[in-house]
């Protein structure tokens, strides 16, 4: 460590936790974040001023005004140039601390692509909206045995627990036991979203920095005993719970080590968290973003592109696509309607 480093993270080298040998390991460490929302924000934000040596950041859309009450490192301008979240909290984390390495990458996470995206990580952080990619974290994480962070929010409420192959439970064995799944979205109701519950900002703080505390705990070595814990809290009630979880010796993931979401196919549509939105994915190669922005100006109105993405409107749809072929249509929760503008405007 030089002496602007010191300087810089001194007052975390006085915390007893860490150290300057705990630091040197930070600065010498990695962590990949699926997921750049309210809690992918806040973690990264974190990690990145605690002087993580390498943050990856994977997050497949774009910021939008409704994005800025709780995702913490975007802004206005963000929203109006439609940037990748990925791009948008690679551009501002530079800025913040330029001694670490920050790469966005703008990219859904699948299992085609996820052991290639997460490999030599020492830590994978969840920052996701939806249990499907969660399962498919937990299965990648135990296959490639690294250390990984399970984390959600939703109105009030929120959880976390840290998840160590082979020494803890795992996410499969709380989530896809009986009776247990209700825990991991909300106190009183399971089938809670952001779509019908709301996030509150605070919540997705509380959670992340949790989350990213004992990100930093293993990354400097300081991991306790392994005893699986769920971690939850109700921001609004002011009320923790820490549970322990026993590791299943009948899991499905790591007592079993059968991986069913890594080694399935992504669904080719989404309907996505607390928007009104799909997903879709049907194609096996990249776009040529110029040459559609070309076709759809004599086909569709408002054709506005930059660098990562292209954005034009078919009454009342507007659809928002990007190179890997992927596309958000926006104005319908029905895959039918979405799949019908995808096949006529992008496949085409």
């Not at 007052?11 to 997921?35: C, P």
């Not at 010796?249 to 790591?254: D, F, S, T």
Request: net charge negative.
């Amino acid at each position: 460590m030089n002496h602007e480093q010191y300087e810089k993270y001194s007052r975390q080298i006085l915390f007893s936790g860490i150290g300057e040998a705990g630091q040197e390991k930070l600065l010498e460490s990695s962590a990949v974040l699926v997921g750049c929302g309210a809690l992918g924000t806040v973690a990264a934000n974190l990690l990145v001023r605690a002087g993580v040596g390498r943050l990856r950041i994977i997050d497949r859309d774009f910021v939008e005004p409704s994005n800025l009450q709780r995702q913490t490192l975007f802004e206005e301008s963000d929203a109006r140039e439609a940037l990748p979240k990925a791009a948008a909290a690679e551009r501002r984390l530079r800025v913040i601390n330029s001694g670490v390495q920050v790469e966005g990458i703008v990219a859904d996470l699948m299992p085609a692509n996820a052991a290639e995206l997460l490999s030599g990580f020492d830590i994978i952080l969840d920052g996701t909206d939806n249990f499907e990619t969660r399962l498919l974290l937990n299965d990648v994480a135990l296959s490639l045995d690294i250390p990984w962070i399970y984390a959600a929010a939703v109105g009030s409420y929120g959880v976390t627990m840290t998840i160590l192959p082979g020494r803890t439970a795992c996410l499969a064995c709380l989530a896809e036991a009986d009776g247990e799944s209700a825990l991991m979205e909300a106190p009183a109701n399971g089938e809670a979203t952001c779509d019908t519950a709301g996030v509150l900002n605070a919540t997705a703080g509380i959670v992340a920095s949790i989350e990213a505390a004992e990100a930093l705990k293993l990354l400097v070595g300081e991991s306790e005993a392994p005893e699986g814990r769920l971690v939850s809290c109700d921001a609004w009630s002011g009320q923790f719970r820490s549970i322990r979880v026993a590791r299943d010796p009948h899991c499905r993931a790591c007592g079993r080590r059968d991986f069913t979401f890594l080694q399935g196919q992504a669904q080719p549509y989404i309907t996505m968290c607390g928007r009104d939105s799909v997903q879709i994915h049907e194609r096996g190669r990249r776009l040529d973003l110029a040459a559609l922005s070309r076709r759809l100006a004599a086909a569709a109105g408002d054709v506005r592109n930059n660098e990562f993405l292209l954005r034009f409107r078919v009454p009342p749809y507007e659809v928002t696509v990007f190179a890997d072929g992927r596309a958000i249509v926006k104005g319908t929760r029905d895959p039918a309607v979405a799949r019908s503008l995808y096949a006529r405007f992008i496949s085409a």
